[in-house]
């Protein structure tokens, strides 16, 4: 089961791949900014997340613009799909990536957050309650076929002090990679 809109999110504390943003490790309530965070089940081999990486890094410089954290959770497993990897979570992050990536090797974050798919993303407001859950934008393969921007527009419209419109999609991309 996922998070439903109006829980609280529980949290976390994961081994971070980009340590020059948050450190060797982070938790949600370190990923927090002042008017909530953005936090993306994601991973290093997903096609959709590879189309959306620049997009991804966007949204958490806007983000951070906001006073909203942002993080990506990798919590593929490393065995069976060895590109996403700790080791290879710091190689893509010494790529250049604007947010911390944490590491759930362990799959117990996934797991209570109920995260089904990469990209999968979670608005939360400054209280850490799920505002939106669901997807970037609606075409994650394709940037130049996107047509809509639920994460964005439910971004605005929580920093406005408004109910997003939308406030759950399906997220479109991979299944994450149970043990």
């Known amino acids: 089961m996922s998070l439903d809109i109006g829980d ?5 504390h994961l081994q971070n791949a980009n340590s020059s943003i948050g450190g060797e490790h982070s938790t949600l309530s370190a990923s927090m900014g002042n008017n909530g ?10 096609p959709y997340v590879i189309a959306s990486i620049d997009r991804m890094n966007n949204m958490a410089e806007y983000c951070d613009v906001n006073g909203i954290g942002f993080v990506g959770i990798n919590s ?21 990536m604007p947010y911390a990536y944490l590491h759930d090797g362990t799959q117990e974050v996934a797991t209570a957050w109920g995260a089904q798919r990469t990209p ?17 934008d609606d075409n994650p393969r394709d940037p130049t076929q996107v047509t809509t921007s639920e994460l964005k527009d439910a971004i605005d419209a929580m920093l406005a002090g408004s109910t997003p419109a939308i406030q759950s999609t399906d997220s479109i991309g991979c299944s994450v990679k149970w043990k």
Do not use: I
């Not at 609280?8 to 976390?12: C, D, M, S, T, Y």
């Not at 965070?37 to 997903?46: D, R, S």
């Open 37 to 46: 965070c953005v936090v993306v089940f994601e991973c290093n081999h997903c």
């Open 76 to 96: 593929n497993d490393p065995d069976n799909y060895p590109v996403d990897s700790f080791e290879n979570m710091v190689k893509r992050a010494e790529k250049g």
């Open 120 to 136: 999968e993303f979670f608005l939360l407001n400054a209280d850490g309650v799920v505002t939106y859950h669901g997807r970037m």
């Open 8 to 12: 609280k999110a529980p949290e976390f």
